[in-house]
């Protein structure tokens, strides 16, 4: 009968080597009944190889842990910016309509660029009774960017030109003081609402109420400030400034605007429909009426009309886009990871040939040196995705801190995790079958 196989010291195989010169491969493992070595001990196996050279398993670990992170990180910014401004376009409610000038055209190509051809006059003639009778309320808006300030306080913010049916189109009302009124239009008045950013840059420690600031060097009066709708970036409602429109058409702009007819070219004109459910015909006769109004040569309109519903959809269509780009991106690096796993783990079976000889010789299988370097090449993939992680969050949450709002999405960081593990066991069964076909003559043998 044959005897039972001892640990690797108790074999004469090993009676000249010294514990330092063999790895982990040279100990005989702990065997089952039937003669397969546990997963448990390929486990314990594993780490003791990958803690034997630190360095090198770093370094394989670094494009699984880029890979990783990068996902996580990428994918929590592109959220945060989508979840803004969905936030920001519902915050209208679902029933508002926007009317801008259409794409301009190269060889029948779209440039991205929208023609200027919206003016002051388009929205008055919407604005006649009857005209949209699914129109609750039309708003004209035009904005021009400049700085504004108090003495030596300076800031820079976008100065809009509404009429007050601004608030009621966009549900915006000043939290102190008034906000532009019909007679500041008519008479092109100088007078402000300043958002609330604005008002705090401006006026730290006083009451801006019938103070004045000077807008690109005019002169306005301060009539209100407006609530806080949240936000910093530019677009924000609280780093707007709101003032008449006919008065940036005369005053802000010198009178040099590009003009369509006899009219004053805008940029927007809103239009905030009766109830969601009256969208689709308030659109309907948006165009109607501004068919009339305009009369190209080629005959298609030079104006386009979108709802919140759209651009909602068009904010998740780029998202779904981006995410899509970004995880091509990560992809790569987890797919240069997984070569250098695989790299790395050939270049441990050629180190360890002799190990490897020595230990089918005290009665390892081939399955059990395969389960011992795929072992390792998945445990290896597994630490530098946690690690990944780790750092996508870390990144995530910096980012989220001092520029950009950021939602890590759990499901990202769960595939992220599942990818990076699959990427080692694809390219770890290579060398582990490689490994486990030596014969152990031949192996022995090896110098």
């Known amino acids: 009968m044959a005897q039972p196989i001892g640990?690797?010291?108790?074999?004469?195989?090993?009676?000249?080597?010294?514990?330092?010169q063999?790895?982990?491969?040279?100990?005989?493992?702990?065997t089952r009944g039937h003669g397969g070595v546990p997963l448990s001990e390929s486990l314990r196996s594993s780490v003791q190889s990958l803690s034997a050279n630190v360095m090198r398993t770093l370094l394989t670990m670094l494009g699984i842990i880029i890979g990783v992170g990068a996902v996580i990180a990428l994918l929590a910014i592109g959220n945060g910016v989508v979840a803004t401004a969905r936030e920001k376009l519902e915050r209208n409610g679902t029933n508002l309509v926007t009317i801008q000038g259409a794409n301009?055209?190269?060889?029948?190509?779209?440039?991205?660029?929208?023609?200027?051809?919206?003016?002051?006059?388009?929205?008055?003639?919407?604005?006649?009774?009857?005209?949209?009778?699914?129109?609750?309320?039309?708003?004209?808006?035009?904005?021009?960017?400049?700085r504004i300030n108090v003495g030596t306080v300076n800031t820079f913010g976008e100065t809009l030109g509404v009429w007050p049916s601004y608030q009621d189109v966009h549900g915006y009302s000043p939290a102190e003081g008034n906000f532009i009124s019909d007679q500041d239009v008519t008479s092109n008045a100088r007078v402000v609402a300043l958002g609330a950013n604005i008002a705090t840059a401006l006026?730290?420690?006083?009451?801006?109420?019938?103070?004045?600031?000077?807008l690109n060097n005019n002169s306005f009066q301060v009539v209100g400030v407006m609530e806080v709708k949240g936000g910093n970036g530019f677009g924000s409602r609280d780093n707007q400034v709101y003032v008449p429109i006919t008065t940036v058409l005369t005053v802000l702009t010198g009178g040099r605007q590009q003009s369509v007819g006899a009219g004053h070219t805008i940029e927007t004109i809103s239009v905030k429909a009766t109830s969601p459910e009256t969208v689709d015909k308030a659109i309907?006769?948006?165009?109607?009426?501004?068919?009339?109004?305009?009369?190209?040569?080629?005959?298609?309109p030079d104006w386009q009309v979108t709802n919140?519903?759209?651009?909602?959809?068009?904010?998740?269509?780029?998202?779904?886009t981006y995410q899509i780009f970004l995880l091509v991106i990560a992809s790569i690096s987890l797919l240069v990871g997984g070569i250098g796993i695989m790299n790395?783990?050939?270049?441990?079976?050629t180190e360890r040939t002799r190990e490897i000889g020595i230990r089918k010789a005290i009665g390892a299988k081939g399955r059990d040196i395969l389960t011992q370097f795929v072992t390792e090449a998945v445990l290896i993939s597994l630490i530098g995705a946690l690690t990944g992680v780790i750092f996508g969050l870390a990144a995530a949450f910096i980012v989220g801190k001092t520029w950009q709002r950021t939602i890590v999405s759990v499901q990202s960081i769960f595939i992220a995790v599942l990818f990076a593990t699959a990427t080692g066991l694809f390219f770890g069964v290579y060398p582990a079958r490689r490994a486990s076909r030596l014969k152990p003559i031949d192996a022995l043998r090896y110098e």
Request: glycine content about 8%.
């Open 7 to 20: 640990r690797a010291s108790e074999s004469p195989l090993l009676t000249e080597q010294t514990p330092s």
């Open 22 to 30: 063999l790895s982990v491969l040279s100990i005989a493992p702990k």
């Open 104 to 146: 301009q055209r190269t060889a029948g190509v779209a440039t991205g660029t929208l023609s200027n051809t919206l003016t002051l006059e388009d929205a008055i003639a919407l604005a006649q009774p009857g005209e949209i009778p699914d129109a609750a309320a039309i708003s004209p808006e035009v904005g021009r960017g400049g």
């Open 203 to 214: 006026f730290p420690s006083s009451d801006p109420i019938g103070k004045t600031v000077r």
């Open 284 to 300: 309907g006769e948006i165009n109607d009426a501004l068919a009339a109004q305009h009369r190209t040569k080629t005959g298609q």
């Open 308 to 320: 919140q519903a759209d651009q909602i959809q068009a904010a998740e269509d780029t998202q779904r």
């Open 344 to 349: 790395i783990m050939l270049v441990s079976v």
